[in-house]
Nanobody, 125 residues
Framework: QVQLVESGGGLVQAGGSLRLSCAAS????????MGWFRQAPGKKRDIVAA????????YYADSVKGRFTISRDNAKNTVYLQMNSLKPEDTAVYYC??????????????????WGQGTQVTVTS
């Protein structure tokens, strides 16, 4: 089992920044690809960004390219999502997820094995 705990969400004005963190425990963190997903009210959960086990490859949804950065620190068992130039449409519950993989990043939701409880991000105009 892998336990994931997100933090760093909150209320921010449009144009502002937030940094989400996801702390993992329970298994060897470097055996897992990680992803950030989000779900806005009334909408399905979508991928935001993904990173492979070593941090050498990343994926971003078109809607966040150039504004969000995913990174990880395997020594700290933590994955981050730096969110800049936030927009009201970024408002959602953000989830981190882990998928057992020593290969490429993983962008498909069904391939993730473990999920955090989510953290709310609200961007006001």
């Amino acid at each position: 089992q892998v336990q994931l705990v997100e933090s760093g969400g909150g209320l921010v004005q449009a144009g502002g920044s937030l940094r989400l963190s996801c702390a993992a425990s329970g298994r060897t963190f470097s055996n897992y690809a990680m992803g950030w997903f989000r779900q806005a009210p009334g909408k399905k959960r979508d991928i935001v960004a993904a990173i492979n086990w070593s941090g050498s490859t990343t994926y971003y949804a078109d809607s966040v390219k150039g504004r969000f950065t995913i990174s990880r620190d395997n020594a700290k068992n933590t994955v981050y999502l730096q969110m800049n130039s936030l927009k009201p449409e970024d408002t959602a519950v953000y989830y981190c997820a882990a998928a057992y993989s020593r290969g490429h990043y993983i962008s498909l939701e069904y391939q993730y094995d473990y999920w955090g409880q989510g953290t709310q991000v609200t961007v006001t105009s």
